[in-house]
């Protein structure tokens, strides 16, 4: 064990490591992980940490072995602890990019299968067991669900009737001549904290201090800021093309006559807004990537 005057918190090993490591990095945390150890430096007196398995994480928080850690909703309904923990924020990113996880129901492309009514006294091959058999009680579908150590897309047809998989892009399945019959629910990844620990006022602020930086860090990701400058002649042209998180800032310069202009923008738009702020009589426009956007 560590010690108590620290926030004991776990970080997903696997498939999330290197994204939650980048988000940490842009929320303000240097973490310096040793490939031969578990228990990585995060560069802050009170933070105690150690990668695990994500599916782990729910039942360490749950039992006060940690106090807060980050873990897939998927990991936390498959512990069943969603009644022992407090879900301190949703933070929707994964290891392809800022998309929520789906866990399907999916059959060979050959399969008569069309409902999930259809599975009744069939075989299923699934990691996520005990959610699988609650989805399947909730349908009313009697089956046999069995844990699946890996490959599982490889298993059906030949060895079970179907499948449950969790999926970024359904790029996968596709590759295996499988179909999706069903989304049982779409996981994010939650930071979730122990309950006593939560009663605690300094935990408890720490949790929300990390949680507040840790969205701030994913609301940027879709974010860039623009500078530019314009005379006060072209001033209202280049306004009105600015779709802006908030009015914009501006400035006079020293060189009377001109304006420079700040804002915030989605990265998507960029590629479309420049050329037109360039044809509006913008001048000198900067790009800039950002960090944080506390809201």
């Not at 998309?99 to 129901?105: G, S």
């Not at 996520?128 to 609650?134: G, N, P, S």
């Not at 009697?142 to 599982?152: D, H, I, N, P």
């Not at 209202?236 to 914009?248: D, E, M, R």
């Amino acid at each position: 064990m560590t010690d108590e005057n620290k926030l004991r918190i776990g970080l997903p090993k696997g498939s999330l490591q290197n994204a939650t490591v980048e988000m940490f990095r842009k929320a303000g945390w240097s973490i310096t992980v040793d490939e031969r150890q578990y228990t990585p430096n995060m560069a802050d007196d009170d933070l105690w940490a150690v990668l695990l398995r994500a599916q782990e994480i729910p039942a360490y928080v749950a039992d006060g072995v940690l106090d807060c850690g980050l873990t897939g909703l998927d990991w936390i309904v498959e512990s069943g602890v969603e009644d022992r923990v407090v879900e301190v924020a949703d933070l929707i990113y994964a290891k392809q990019g800022m998309r929520p996880y789906r866990w399907v129901l999916a059959v060979h492309d050959t399969s008569p299968v069309q409902t999930v009514e259809d599975l009744q006294g069939k075989r299923i091959a699934t990691e996520l067991v005990e959610a699988t058999r609650k989805y399947l009680a909730g349908k009313g579908v009697q089956a046999t669900v069995e844990y699946s150590w890996g490959a599982t897309e490889a298993k059906c047809p030949s060895l079970v009737d179907a499948i449950v998989e969790g999926t970024e892009t359904g790029s996968t399945l596709v590759a295996n001549n499988l179909r999706i019959v069903d989304v049982l629910f779409e996981s994010t990844t939650k930071f979730i904290a122990n309950k006593q620990a939560w009663a605690d006022q300094w935990k408890r602020n720490k949790i929300d201090n990390i949680a507040l930086m840790l969205r701030g860090a994913l609301a940027a990701e879709e974010y860039v800021g623009l500078k530019m400058n314009c005379s006060s002649q072209d001033l209202p042209t280049v306004l009105a093309q600015l779709p802006a998180l908030k009015n914009p800032t501006i400035s006079e310069l020293a060189n009377n006559g001109w304006h420079a202009v700040e804002i915030i923008v989605l990265k998507k738009q960029v590629r479309v807004l420049i050329p037109q702020l360039k044809t509006a009589g913008a001048q000198g426009i900067i790009e800039y990537p950002l960090n944080k956007i506390i809201m």
